[in-house]
């Protein structure tokens, strides 16, 4: 029995499935093929691959670091660390939350600005998307796992059609020669890449809203599965759809390669596709907030509703400041960096010091 949640507010192991889902398919998978090209080019499938490996084995330790007594990061840091360390690396898991949150929010509107309302203004957007918001934040964590249900079992279809109708098109002797570049290369794609993976982190703060919580690993690797193999056959698509001299000019190639589909009762289907992605990037928003606001809480006692209502207006305000598409490149990029040292090296750390403590305890106990 969860002893810091109540099981009304709890939801079942299968949820995590959902949850992982659609914090790591998010805004990125529009838009991160190009990026690839910087490291082991058209071999850069095999760093997907690689990397979904990797983030099997942080889920892993997430796991172990969380397990007992059902614990989130919050007490576990407090355990570690004590009240002031502890709840200023808190503070930092909150921040990186929010800066994820206003990554995704920013970058959906950019996406409406320029394939279905460029003369739209960003706080136009922001007015219509911000009560939208708050609103499922409000409703509570089943609520925001409602919506990761919704905002993967949708938007699914829309990727499967995605990969029927660009395939006619696809010349995958562009994949040649295979394996044809070093470990080296391949590490700069598995680098580039930790954006689209991020997000699958927030499992260190609604642990303990999951009832049976340790039957949910199974969930969480299937997730993480999955993700990868579309990762993996969206590269390769994307690949053998444009030659290296278009894809290297093409900001966002899953929405060109979604241009291509034709319906007869409807002229733009991307139009269709951005909609539909609302309910992808959804989730992503309102989970990290979440997180963000429970850290806040557990910290400081403040009432998440009030901290939702701080951060929405921090998001209405930074979205306003950044305008230019160099800019919000610019603030992906640092928050890929900083997520990439939090995610990847500070996760396995914590891992190292919880599994040190807790056989240091034991050998304390034994001894007594």
Known sequence: MNNQVGERFQVSPFFVFYITTSMIIGMGILAFQRSLLIGAGYDSWIAVVLLGIVVHIIIRMIFYVLKQEQKDITEIHRWLFGKWIGGALTLCFCM???VGAFNIYRAYIEIVQVW???TMKTWQTS?????LIYYVLA??????????????????????LLFIYPFHYANFSNLLPLMNHSVTDQLISMRVLVFEYLGFEV????????KKAERALKWAHLSVGVCTLMYALL????????SSGQLSHTIWPTLTMVKIIEVPFIQRFEYIAVSIWLLTVMPN??????????GIKKVFGLRMKVSFIFMLAALFLLAMWLNERVEISIFVDVFSEFGFWLVFVYIPLLFVLVLAKRKWLIYRKERN
């Open 96 to 98: 990186y939350f929010f």
């Open 116 to 118: 279905m309302f460029p």
């Open 127 to 131: 007015i219509i998307l911000i009560p």
């Open 139 to 160: 409703g509570g964590f089943r609520t925001i796992v409602g919506i990761c249900f919704w905002g993967v079992f949708i938007p699914i279809w829309g990727l499967l």
């Open 203 to 210: 499992l260190l703060m609604y642990y303990p809203y999951i």
């Open 235 to 242: 590269v390769v698509l994307t690949f053998a759809y444009f």
């Open 285 to 294: 928003i309102c989970l990290a907030l979440w997180s963000a606001g429970r």
